[in-house]
C-alpha cells in the first residue's frame, strides 16, 4: 500500500490539507503585506506560498544571492516535496514556450531562464553539504496574473494560482527534520536583506481589499494532495546521500572515470544521481547501459521517480539492445539468430573439437564456446598470430600454444558454419556496430555515455561505449565491480584505449545488506582472486564498512528435493502476512531448469509469481522468480536460494578449469546473495539424494 492508506483515508487526508491551506491564505496574504515594497503581485504569490506553512513548508523571500554584489533571490521555499528556488514576474504580456525558449510579447526571455539556472546551481552547491542530491533542488517561475503550468528543461513554470497545487502535489521527499535543516542551511547562505522583515508567525485577520477572494481554488488543492499521497514514497537515497556520494555525482572529469566499490555500496545509486545532474547542466542525451536485459527498465524507472523532470534524456538501455537499434537506424542487416548460431557452434564441436586437445582442458564444449565469445570475439581478435600472445584476462586456467591453435581451429570452423547459415551471434552484433561506429559517429552524439555493471562486458563491448563517448570532459563513467563478475570475460581498460589516472574512486559503504548476510555472502569468495579491469586481485577479502540494520541468514538443510521445496514454500507463506508483502521477495535459481520448476511449484502453492524478464521495478505483489545472471544490480528485503550450493565443489583440489568454473560459480552465488536485504534463505539437500545430484552435475 502507498502512502496515506486506504482510498477514504487518503480523501479525506487531501480535504483537510486543502481547506486548512484556505483558512491559511488570509493570514498569508496579511503577512505578505508587511513584506516591505511588496507590489500586490509579490504579496499574492508570497501569500500563496506561505499558506503552504500549514503543509509543513517554509519560506524564505528576497534573499541575498551569494556571490553576487546586488543580485537577489525572489524567493526559496523549502518543504515535502523538495527545495523551490523561485523567480516572481510581473508581465502583461503572456509567458510562452516555443521550441525550448521562453518568451513574451515575441520578446526573448532566456537570459532570465539563465539566471534563474545559475541562482538554483549556487543552492545546489549550498545543500550538497548536507547530503541533499541536486535533483531535490529545483528552479520555479512564478507569473504573477497568469495560469500556465508546463517545464522549460529544468525550470517549471507556474501561473501564481497555479502554484500551491504543483507545489502540494509534488511527491513527498522531504521528512520535516529534513525540512529545518535545509531551511536553516540555506538562510545562512542565502542572507536576507537588512530591510527585509518577514516574520512568519501568522497574525489574526485583518479586513483586507482581497476580502472574499480566494488566492487559489480549494478542490484543485485538494485533488493536488490527493496526487501527492498517491505517489510512491520517495525513498531516502532518491533525495538524500552521502556527501561523498553527491560529491561524486556533481565532480567534474576531465576524461573517462570509474568509480568501484563492492556489492551494494551504492554505486548505482551514484551513477542514477550522475546522469540527473548531467542532465541538469547540459543539453545533450545521456545513455546510460547495462549488460543485463531487464535492468535497464528498472533503473528507468527509479530514474523517473527519482527526477522525473529529465527523464526524457536519459536512455536506459542494455548494450546489445543499443547496438541492434543503433544498427538498424543505419540500415546495416544483422541477422541475429542465437540458436541456429548455437547450432553451428555444437556442428563445429563435433567436427574439430571433441576429438581435439581442448578435452585435455576442459573437455565441457561449453568452455570453449566461451572462450569464442569472451576471448576470441569478445577481444575483437582477427587473426591467430594475436590469439596465441593475448592475455586471457578473467580465464585462470593457462593454454599451451597448442591449446590455442586447437581453439582457434575451432573459432574458425564455428565461423565458417555460422556464416553458411547467415546468422549472427551477440559479439557479432557489437563487433558490427563499432565497425559501423568506426566508419561514421552517433549523430547526434551523447552528451555523456554511463556504463553500470561493467565487469560483464566484453572488450569489444567497452571499446564500442568508448567510440561513443569518446574521452572528452565528463564524456565516459564506468561503473562496476569485478567480484561481481558474472561471465568469464575480461581485459584491461588500457586495451580499450581508456585512460582513468586520477579519476578514480571507490565506495565503501555497504547500505544494503544487513551485517550477517554480507558476511556470509564475503566468506564465500574470501580466498577467490578476481579482475578489476585495472589489475588483479589476489583475493576476495575487502573493507566493507556497515550500515548496520536487522537481518538474518536462514539455512535450511533439508533431507531430501520434496522436503526442501515444502520448506521453501512455508518460508516463503510465513514472511507473507500482508498484502503486497510478497512484493519484496525474490527467488532466485542457478539455471533455467530450475526457474521452470521452482515456478510450478509456487504456483500450485497458491503464491503469485513475477518472472525477472517482466519486472520493471514497480511493486507487484508477486514472488520475483529469475536466474542469479538476471538478478544482478537488484535488489529485494528477503531472497530465497534453493540448492544454493549444488553447483559448489566439494573439494579445493580440481583441476584449473574446474577451479575457474567453481570460482565463477561462487561469484554467482555471491551477486545472488548480496541481492537481499533483510532475510537471505539458503537451501540445501543434505541426505544421500542431495549429494547424488551434486554429483551428478559434477560429472556432466
Ligand atoms: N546514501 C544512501 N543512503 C541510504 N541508502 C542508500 C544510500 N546509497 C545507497 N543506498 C541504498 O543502497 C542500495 C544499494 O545501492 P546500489 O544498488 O547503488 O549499490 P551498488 O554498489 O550498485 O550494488 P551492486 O554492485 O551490489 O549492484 C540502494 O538500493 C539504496 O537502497
Given at each position: 500500500?502507498?502512502?496515506?492508506?486506504?482510498?477514504?483515508?487518503?480523501?479525506?487526508?487531501?480535504?483537510?490539507?486543502?481547506?486548512?491551506?484556505?483558512?491559511?491564505?488570509?493570514?498569508?496574504?496579511?503577512?505578505?503585506?508587511?513584506?516591505?515594497?511588496?507590489?500586490?503581485?509579490?504579496?499574492?504569490?508570497a501569500?500563496?506560498?506561505?499558506?503552504?506553512?500549514?503543509?509543513?513548508?517554509r519560506?524564505?523571500?528576497?534573499?541575498?544571492?551569494?556571490?553576487?554584489?546586488?543580485?537577489?533571490?525572489?524567493?526559496?521555499?523549502?518543504?515535502?516535496?523538495?527545495?523551490?528556488?523561485?523567480?516572481?514576474?510581473?508581465?502583461?504580456?503572456?509567458?510562452r514556450?516555443?521550441?525550448?525558449?521562453?518568451?513574451?510579447?515575441?520578446?526573448?526571455?532566456?537570459?532570465?531562464?539563465?539566471?534563474?539556472?545559475?541562482?538554483?546551481?549556487?543552492?545546489?552547491?549550498?545543500?550538497?553539504?548536507?547530503?541533499?542530491?541536486?535533483?531535490?533542488?529545483?528552479?520555479?517561475?512564478?507569473?504573477?496574473?497568469?495560469?500556465?503550468?508546463?517545464?522549460?528543461?529544468?525550470?517549471?513554470?507556474?501561473?501564481?494560482?497555479?502554484?500551491?497545487?504543483?507545489?502540494?502535489?509534488?511527491?513527498?521527499r522531504?521528512?520535516?527534520?529534513?525540512?529545518?535543516?535545509?531551511?536553516?542551511?540555506?538562510?545562512?547562505?542565502?542572507?536576507?536583506?537588512e530591510?527585509?522583515?518577514?516574520?512568519?508567525?501568522?497574525?489574526?485577520?485583518?479586513?483586507?481589499?482581497?476580502?472574499?477572494?480566494?488566492?487559489?481554488?480549494?478542490?484543485?488543492?485538494?485533488?493536488?494532495?490527493?496526487?501527492?499521497?498517491?505517489?510512491?514514497?520517495?525513498?531516502?537515497?532518491?533525495?538524500?546521500?552521502?556527501?561523498?556520494?553527491?560529491a561524486?555525482?556533481?565532480?567534474?572529469?576531465?576524461?573517462?572515470?570509474?568509480?568501484?566499490?563492492?556489492?551494494?555500496?551504492?554505486?548505482?545509486?551514484?551513477?542514477?544521481?550522475?546522469?540527473?545532474?548531467?542532465?541538469?547542466?547540459?543539453?545533450?542525451?545521456?545513455?546510460?547501459?547495462?549488460?543485463?536485459?531487464?535492468?535497464?527498465?528498472?533503473?528507468g524507472?527509479?530514474?523517473?521517480?527519482?527526477?522525473?523532470?529529465?527523464?526524457?534524456?536519459?536512455?536506459?538501455?542494455?548494450?546489445?539492445?543499443?547496438?541492434?537499434?543503433?544498427?538498424?537506424?543505419?540500415?546495416?542487416?544483422?541477422?541475429?539468430?542465437?540458436?541456429?548460431?548455437?547450432?553451428?557452434?555444437?556442428?563445429?564441436?563435433?567436427?574439430?573439437?571433441?576429438?581435439?586437445?581442448?578435452?585435455?582442458?576442459?573437455?565441457?564444449?561449453g568452455?570453449?564456446?566461451?572462450?569464442?565469445?569472451?576471448?576470441?570475439?569478445?577481444?575483437?581478435l582477427?587473426?591467430?598470430?594475436?590469439?596465441?600472445?593475448?592475455?586471457?584476462?578473467?580465464?585462470?586456467?593457462?593454454?599451451?600454444?597448442?591449446?590455442?591453435?586447437?581453439?582457434?581451429?575451432?573459432?574458425?570452423?564455428?565461423?565458417?558454419?555460422?556464416?553458411?547459415?547467415?546468422?549472427?551471434?551477440?559479439?557479432d552484433?557489437?563487433?558490427?556496430?563499432?565497425a559501423?561506429?568506426?566508419?561514421?559517429?552517433?549523430?547526434p552524439?551523447?552528451?555523456?555515455?554511463?556504463?553500470?555493471?561493467?565487469?560483464?562486458?566484453?572488450l569489444?563491448?567497452?571499446?564500442?561505449?568508448?567510440?561513443?563517448?569518446?574521452?572528452?570532459?565528463?564524456?565516459?563513467?564506468?561503473?562496476?565491480?569485478?567480484?561481481?563478475?558474472?561471465?568469464?570475460?575480461?581485459?584491461?581498460?588500457g586495451?580499450a584505449?581508456?585512460?582513468?589516472?586520477?579519476?578514480?574512486?571507490?565506495?565503501?559503504?555497504?547500505?544494503?545488506?544487513?551485517?550477517?548476510?554480507?558476511?556470509?555472502?564475503?566468506?564465500?569468495?574470501?580466498?577467490?582472486?578476481?579482475?578489476?579491469?585495472?589489475?588483479?586481485?589476489?583475493?576476495?577479502?575487502r573493507?566493507?564498512?556497515?550500515?548496520?540494520?536487522d537481518?538474518?541468514?536462514?539455512?535450511?538443510?533439508?533431507?531430501?528435493?520434496?522436503?526442501?521445496?515444502?520448506?521453501?514454500?512455508?518460508?516463503?507463506?510465513?514472511l507473507?502476512?500482508?498484502?503486497?508483502?510478497?512484493?519484496?521477495?525474490a527467488?532466485?535459481?542457478?539455471?533455467?531448469?530450475?526457474?521452470?520448476?521452482?515456478?510450478?511449484?509456487?504456483?500450485?502453492?497458491?503464491?503469485?509469481?513475477?518472472?525477472?524478464?517482466?519486472?520493471?521495478?514497480?511493486?507487484?505483489?508477486?514472488?520475483?522468480l529469475?536466474?542469479?545472471?538476471?538478478?544482478?544490480?537488484?535488489?529485494?528485503?528477503?531472497?530465497?536460494?534453493?540448492?544454493?550450493?549444488?553447483?559448489?565443489?566439494?573439494?579445493?583440489?580440481?583441476?584449473?578449469?574446474?577451479?575457474?568454473?567453481?570460482?565463477?560459480?561462487?561469484?554467482?552465488?555471491?551477486?545472488?546473495?548480496?541481492?537481499?536485504?533483510?532475510?537471505?534463505?539458503?537451501?540445501?539437500?543434505?541426505?544421500?539424494?542431495?549429494?547424488?545430484?551434486?554429483?551428478?552435475?559434477?560429472?556432466?
Open positions: 500500500m502507498g502512502a496515506g492508506g486506504s482510498a477514504g483515508a487518503r480523501g479525506r487526508r487531501a480535504r483537510e490539507d486543502a481547506l486548512e491551506l484556505a483558512r491559511r491564505s488570509r493570514e498569508a496574504y496579511e503577512l505578505a503585506g508587511r513584506f516591505e515594497a511588496a507590489a500586490e503581485a509579490e504579496r499574492r504569490v501569500a500563496t506560498l506561505l499558506s503552504l506553512t500549514a503543509l509543513g513548508w519560506l524564505l523571500v528576497d534573499r541575498r544571492w551569494p556571490g553576487s554584489r546586488s543580485a537577489n533571490v525572489d524567493m526559496i521555499t523549502v518543504g515535502p516535496g523538495g527545495v523551490f528556488v523561485i523567480d516572481v514576474k510581473r508581465w502583461r504580456d503572456v509567458p514556450v516555443d521550441d525550448g525558449r521562453l518568451t513574451a510579447g515575441a520578446q526573448d526571455r532566456d537570459g532570465e531562464v539563465r539566471k534563474l539556472l545559475a541562482m538554483t546551481r549556487t543552492a545546489e552547491e549550498q545543500v550538497a553539504a548536507l547530503g541533499l542530491s541536486p535533483v531535490a533542488v529545483r528552479p520555479l517561475m512564478v507569473f504573477a496574473g497568469h495560469r500556465l503550468d508546463t517545464e522549460l528543461g529544468r525550470v517549471r513554470l507556474l501561473g501564481d494560482p497555479d502554484a500551491v497545487n504543483a507545489l502540494v502535489a509534488e511527491p513527498k522531504l521528512t520535516p527534520a529534513m525540512v529545518r535543516a535545509v531551511t536553516a542551511h540555506l538562510e545562512e547562505a542565502f542572507p536576507a536583506y530591510t527585509t522583515v518577514l516574520d512568519e508567525r501568522p497574525r489574526a485577520s485583518t479586513s483586507s481589499d482581497t476580502e472574499g477572494e480566494a488566492l487559489f481554488a480549494v478542490e484543485e488543492v485538494e485533488q493536488a494532495a490527493m496526487e501527492s499521497l498517491l505517489h510512491a514514497p520517495i525513498e531516502q537515497w532518491m533525495t538524500f546521500l552521502h556527501a561523498d556520494q553527491v561524486l555525482a556533481r565532480r567534474d572529469w576531465s576524461g573517462p572515470a570509474r568509480i568501484s566499490g563492492p556489492a551494494g555500496t551504492g554505486k548505482t545509486v551514484v551513477g542514477l544521481h550522475r546522469a540527473a545532474h548531467l542532465a541538469a547542466r547540459g543539453t545533450g542525451r545521456i545513455l546510460y547501459v547495462t549488460y543485463v536485459n531487464n535492468l535497464p527498465r528498472v533503473q524507472q527509479l530514474f523517473r521517480r527519482m527526477a522525473g523532470t529529465f527523464a526524457d534524456r536519459v536512455e536506459f538501455t542494455s548494450l546489445h539492445a543499443w547496438a541492434q537499434a543503433f544498427l538498424a537506424d543505419r540500415g546495416v542487416h544483422v541477422p541475429l539468430k542465437r540458436d541456429r548460431a548455437a547450432d553451428a557452434f555444437s556442428r563445429a564441436w563435433v567436427s574439430v573439437g571433441r576429438d581435439s586437445l581442448l578435452t585435455e582442458i576442459d573437455p565441457n564444449p568452455y570453449w564456446e566461451e572462450e569464442i565469445h569472451y576471448v576470441i570475439k569478445g577481444r575483437g582477427s587473426s591467430l598470430d594475436e590469439y596465441r600472445s593475448v592475455a586471457r584476462y578473467g580465464r585462470r586456467t593457462a593454454l599451451q600454444t597448442a591449446h590455442r591453435e586447437a581453439a582457434w581451429l575451432l573459432y574458425e570452423e564455428y565461423e565458417m558454419l555460422r556464416g553458411e547459415r547467415g546468422v549472427c551471434d551477440f559479439s552484433v557489437l563487433l558490427a556496430a563499432l559501423e561506429l568506426s566508419e561514421r559517429p552517433a549523430d552524439p551523447y552528451a555523456a555515455v554511463i556504463v553500470d555493471e561493467i565487469q560483464d562486458l566484453t569489444t563491448g567497452v571499446r564500442l561505449l568508448n567510440a561513443l563517448a569518446g574521452d572528452g570532459p565528463n564524456g565516459l563513467l564506468l561503473i562496476g565491480d569485478g567480484q561481481q563478475a558474472v561471465y568469464p570475460g575480461g581485459f584491461r581498460l586495451e584505449g581508456i585512460g582513468i589516472k586520477g579519476r578514480g574512486a571507490v565506495l565503501r559503504t555497504n547500505y544494503r545488506n544487513a551485517a550477517e548476510i554480507l558476511q556470509t555472502a564475503m566468506e564465500l569468495v574470501s580466498d577467490d582472486p578476481f579482475d578489476d579491469l585495472d589489475g588483479p586481485s589476489p583475493n576476495g577479502r573493507s566493507v564498512d556497515l550500515t548496520y540494520h537481518g538474518r541468514v536462514l539455512r535450511v538443510e533439508a533431507a531430501d528435493g520434496a522436503d526442501h521445496d515444502q520448506r521453501l514454500v512455508e518460508a516463503i507463506k510465513e507473507a502476512d500482508g498484502p503486497g508483502a510478497f512484493a519484496d521477495m527467488v532466485l535459481c542457478r539455471s533455467l531448469k530450475e526457474i521452470g520448476d521452482y515456478h510450478r511449484l509456487l504456483t500450485r502453492a497458491g503464491i503469485p509469481v513475477l518472472r525477472l524478464e517482466n519486472y520493471d521495478g514497480r511493486p507487484v505483489d508477486a514472488v520475483k529469475g536466474t542469479y545472471r538476471r538478478a544482478k544490480g537488484l535488489e529485494f528485503k528477503y531472497v530465497f536460494l534453493p540448492h544454493h550450493d549444488a553447483d559448489l565443489p566439494a573439494s579445493t583440489k580440481e583441476a584449473a578449469a574446474d577451479q575457474e568454473r567453481a570460482e565463477l560459480a561462487r561469484r554467482q552465488l555471491f551477486v545472488a546473495m548480496t541481492r537481499a536485504r533483510d532475510l537471505l534463505w539458503l537451501g540445501s539437500v543434505t541426505g544421500t539424494s542431495g549429494r547424488a545430484r551434486r554429483e551428478d552435475r559434477r560429472s556432466r
